[in-house]
Every structure is written in C-alpha cells, then in structure tokens.
C-alpha cells in the first residue's frame, strides 16, 4: 500500500502564498487519484480539491478557486497543492488522500497522510 507525507505547512500572513507537497512512498503514486482536504480548528474537514492520476484532470471547490491549485510530478511521487492570496480563514491542518479509482468529496478514501499545518496570520 501507499503512504503519504505532507510538508510545507507553516505560518504565512495573509495575501501570501505557500506550497504544500504530498510524496508517497510504498507504490508509485501513479496509480492514484490524489485528493486535498483540510480540517479547520473546531470545523469539520472539507474537501479542497483533487487531481487525477495522470495530472490532466483537477478540481477545486469554488471556495478556494482562483487561488489554490494542484498538480503533481509522478516522477517524484508527489503532489502539490499551491496556495496564493491566502487568507485567515485558510487556516487550518491540510491532508492529502489517495485512492485509485478516484477521489471521493466525502473524504472516503484508503490511504491518508497525517497532514501539515497551515497557519495565516492577519
């Protein structure tokens, strides 16, 4: 099976930007659907958006759309999740999901990371 490390988190002010990676090690991660989630102090945890195995699909929820975006580097067996314009209530620990046949808004999926966290200050 697949296991998934995020890093890059870290304190950022507001109107920053931020990359956060997802490398996967056991099994290439070529063979998964990638998706990002966060979970917010006291909030549930939302989906953010995902990326297909080859890299040519991706989808961001539309309250992050127009400054986060995804992409990944199966040479590396990473994913990225970069985030521009960032604001306080981005705040949050960010978690990378894996599965094969897709990613699942819900958060219902095989193989998770143990996140990093994101912090944005005013």
């Known amino acids: 099976q697949v296991q998934l490390v995020e890093s890059g988190g870290g304190l950022v002010q507001a109107g920053g930007s931020l990359r956060v990676s997802c490398a996967a090690s056991?099994?290439?991660?070529?063979?998964?659907?990638v998706g990002w989630f966060r979970q917010a102090p006291g909030k549930e945890r939302e989906y953010v958006g995902s990326i297909n195995r080859s890299g040519g699909a991706t989808y961001i929820t539309d309250s992050v759309k127009g400054r986060f975006t995804i992409s990944r580097d199966n040479d590396k067996n990473t994913v990225y999740l970069q985030m521009n314009s960032l604001k306080v209530e981005d705040t949050a620990v960010y978690y990378c999901?894996?599965?094969?046949?897709?990613?699942?808004?819900?958060?219902?999926?095989?193989?998770w990371g143990k996140g990093t966290l994101v912090t944005v200050s005013p």
């Open positions: 056991g099994r290439p991660l070529s063979r998964y659907a």
């Open positions: 999901a894996a599965d094969p046949t897709g990613v699942r808004p819900d958060g219902v999926m095989p193989y």
